[in-house]
């Protein structure tokens, strides 16, 4: 359908139609999904009657002559064509099936079949103004008959001009007006309107044709022409002929219906567009949020956290170790499965806030498609917001090369300490309790310059290692703040693509096709 339409590019009065009828069908298929269905079938159905129209070319104009039982617009074609081609009457419906009068020498075959009216008539009439017409005889839009009823509603949404056909006693009828003219109120140019039977009023039908002429602009058509006419004089049928042959002259009323109607159905998706709020402070509030929800102003606390205890545990005395092992771990603190049932819904409400920020100017449904956009990765987001923050934290504990040199040094002392301990109790033992009047086991223990040389390995271990425990936490201290700003800043660029990337990115995409469907539609309606 699309090709068809898309590749008759010849020059003619349908050039601008085939790119608007483009138009609308690329908007159609963008609109899926998004807009009720009821009404993207129903501008998708305006894209098909319109590129099978246009197949058919512009020579021939299509006029449909509508009206109620007893109105006379049979009367009329058999006028017009100069033969009996409908039955006429006025107490019941005559016109049970469509029959159409056809002037001029061209093959209208196809037309009709896409039209499906069987009854066909060529036209050898005085009318030659009327080359091209195609004139459609329809049933009575009031009869009993279903059937008749909805081959009325058929043709009306496929022919090129409509012609109402109304008399003195039914002009008024709330069947006409409401069920048929004010929903065509947009196809104003396609519309023409035949007050019948004025042989039968005293003023020649001119305050009755007012009256319905009132009534037609009530109805919403703007100024409205009303012919009075009679089938049964031929009163009128001079203005009527110059009418239809206006309608038929420059082959431009099958345009200018699919105009309209293509018009009509890009207004209708149009009804949900409008611009778009930028960006900017929106994004920056989404990401404060998200970071609220991750917890990134604690994480940060709990990367120093984490940081000065990997340190005292590297850089610590040995022997104390394990007092700092058997306290608590900043990094339990961390979000994660069982702990995060408050993030989620700060995280909820950011991405929620975002959408109606940016959406704040959108019609329906672009603020509901751009909500769902928001919070489609709503899953994956939350779990990258907790792996982002810990990944930051841990990395914060990550040692530096400096913290190996204190740590051997730590050893160092501690293996002195041990030797002094054990060299103490060596001699101990041996000289205290196995001690003989011939010479002793051991030698003499060496002095240092004022204690023996075990005690002063020894103290010497254990204070030294001691007081180095506690110099390194000013400089643990320092590295501490450095590596929780590190990781704040990690954990603010970790959150901004995890928003960009799960919330920003499809918001945008969805605005993308908002704003792509907007062009097609402002193109569509020409």
């Known amino acids: 359908m699309s090709n068809d339409v898309a590749t008759q590019t010849d020059e003619g009065p349908d050039s601008s139609l085939r790119s608007r009828v483009n138009a609308l069908q690329a908007a159609v298929e963008l609109a899926r999904g998004t807009f009720p269905d009821e009404e993207v079938d129903a501008a998708a159905a305006v894209v098909e009657k319109s590129a099978s129209r246009l197949r058919h070319g512009t020579h021939h104009t299509v006029v449909a002559i509508a ?123 396609i519309l023409r309107f035949v007050l019948n039977q004025v042989d039968r009023l005293p003023d020649g039908g001119a305050e009755v044709a007012d009256d319905l002429r009132r009534l037609i602009e009530a109805d919403g058509v703007d100024a409205p022409r009303v012919l009075p006419v009679s089938a049964a004089t031929g009163e009128g049928f001079e203005e009527l002929v110059a009418m239809l042959h206006d309608a038929v002259a420059d082959r431009r009323a099958s345009v200018d219906r699919l105009s309209a109607d293509v018009a009509g159905a890009a207004a209708t998706l149009r009804r949900g567009s409008g611009a778009a709020e930028t960006q900017g402070k929106a994004r920056s509030a989404l990401i404060e949020g998200l970071g609220e929800a991750a917890g990134s102003g604690p994480a940060a606390g709990i990367a ?10 590297a850089m610590g005395w040995p022997f104390t170790r394990f007092l700092r092992r058997l306290g608590r771990r900043p990094l339990a603190d961390l979000p994660g499965p069982g702990r995060s049932a408050a993030s989620a819904p700060r995280a909820d409400l950011a991405m929620r806030d975002y959408a109606e920020s940016v959406a704040a100017d959108l019609e329906a449904p672009w603020p509901a498609t751009v909500r769902t956009a928001a919070m489609a990765q709503r899953e994956p987001l939350l779990d990258e917001l907790r792996s982002s923050v810990g990944s930051a934290a841990i990395r914060a504990g990550q ?81 501490a703040k450095r590596r929780a700003r590190e990781a704040r800043k990690s954990i603010e660029q970790a959150i901004e693509s995890v928003g960009d990337t799960r919330v920003v990115r499809p918001v945008e995409a969805a605005l ?9 539609l402002v193109t569509a309606t020409g």
């Open 304 to 313: 120093a956290a984490h940081h000065r205890r990997q340190g005292s545990l």
């Open 67 to 189: 009206g109620a039982t007893g109105s006379g617009k049979s009367s009329i074609v058999n006028r017009l064509a100069g033969t009996a081609l409908s039955d006429s009457g006025v107490r019941r419906p005559t016109t049970s099936v469509t029959h159409a009068a056809v002037w001029g020498d061209a093959d209208a075959g196809p037309l009709l079949d896409w039209l499906e009216v069987q009854r066909r008539h060529r036209v050898d009439s005085s009318y030659d103004a009327l080359d091209g017409l195609v004139l459609l005889d329809l049933p009575d839009h009031d009869s009993t008959a279903v059937e008749h009823r909805l081959e009325v509603d058929r043709l009306v949404a496929l022919v090129d001009v409509l012609v109402w056909v109304t008399d003195p006693q039914k002009y008024a009828d709330e069947a006409l007006h409401a069920g048929y003219i004010a929903p065509l109120a947009g196809h104003a140019s």
């Open 512 to 520: 993308a096709d908002q704003r792509q469907l907007e062009e097609l």
């Open 399 to 479: 040692a530096p090369r400096w913290w190996a040199l204190f740590s051997w040094l730590q050893r160092l002392l501690a293996v002195t300490a041990i030797v002094g301990l054990v060299w103490l109790l060596v001699v101990a033992i041996l000289g205290g309790f196995f001690q003989f009047d011939t010479e002793p086991l051991l030698p003499p223990t060496p002095e240092a310059e004022w204690m023996p040389l075990p005690s002063a390995l020894l103290i010497g271990g254990v204070l030294i290692g001691l007081v180095l425990g506690v110099l390194v936490q000013f400089p643990l201290g320092l590295g």
